[in-house]
């Protein structure tokens, strides 16, 4: 459920602490933690908080769409599960017109096309939602050829005969919504020759 500050003012009282300062400790400690899973806990709670659109500015303030992004380059990933929150983290910034397109300037759109060939279902599940939701709004002509060509629409094809249903049908959607026949076409016959089939 969305918060509201006066509903967030009456929860923490007058001697809790400030929202923007909870969620600027919770970076400072994953910045300095050396613990893998306390590290995973921290970006599990910052992708909740990302949910809610009453602290996408402390969010937008803090970079914490940023600190999601580094967490999937192959320097900053260590477990499959800092990939999974920092995936779940973007998709749940996505709404916001404004941490959507700095997540576009800051590569974004390459780095959660990487995780859709994740081994995890979670993580391909957000990858997927996070790309819809980049295709539904308006992106910059370079973005959308980078989204919607053969090679990216092919390994999306590849997911609609995942043993996950949840997953071949948010593949199904992505093809059907935003991926022309030609488009298709040119994805199935990559395929035919990667697999030495006419």
Do not use: W
């Amino acid at each position: 459920m969305f918060s509201t500050p006066e509903r967030i003012e009456a929860k923490i009282g007058k001697h809790g602490t400030p929202r923007r300062n909870f969620l600027r400790e919770l970076v400072n400690e994953f910045k300095e933690t050396v613990s893998i899973e306390y590290k995973e806990q921290i970006l599990a709670n910052l992708a909740n908080f990302a949910y809610d659109p009453v602290n996408f500015g402390f969010l937008t303030e803090l970079n914490v769409d940023k600190l999601f992004l580094d967490c999937l380059t192959q320097e900053a990933v260590n477990t499959d599960k800092l990939r999974e929150f920092a995936v779940k983290g973007i998709l749940n910034l996505c709404p916001d017109d404004f941490l959507r397109n700095r997540i576009l300037t800051r590569g974004g759109m390459e780095l959660v096309k990487e995780a859709v060939g994740s081994s995890e279902p979670e993580t391909v599940l957000s990858a997927i939602a996070v790309l819809n939701e980049f295709a539904v709004h308006d992106l910059q002509e370079s973005d959308r050829a980078s989204l919607l060509n053969p090679v990216f629409v092919e390994r999306v094809l590849k997911l609609k005969t995942h043993p996950n249903p949840l997953i071949t049908k948010l593949a199904q959607v992505f093809v059907e919504d935003h991926c022309s026949q030609a488009l298709i076409r040119a994805a199935v016959e990559l395929r035919n020759v990667a697999s030495g089939s006419s």
